[in-house]
C-alpha cells in the first residue's frame, strides 16, 4: 500500500507562556502555509478548568 500525505493537522497541549515560542517553531519549521498567500496560519483555545 502506498500513501501519500499532503496535509495534516497538529495538535499540542502545552503551557500558555510557552505560546509564541511553541507556535514560533512550529512556523519556521514549515507548518502554517496555506496556499502562497498565507504562512504561519494558526489558531489556539485557551480551556478554562472547572474543579
Known sequence: MN???DKVKI???I???NL???R???C???AGTIGTNYT???FFYK???YI
Open 47 to 49: 480551556r478554562h478548568r
Open 3 to 5: 500513501i501519500s500525505i
Open 28 to 30: 519556521k519549521a514549515g
Open 20 to 22: 509564541k515560542e511553541v
Open 11 to 13: 495538535f499540542v497541549t
Open 40 to 42: 504561519d496560519c494558526s
Open 24 to 26: 514560533d517553531a512550529i
Open 15 to 17: 503551557p500558555i507562556k
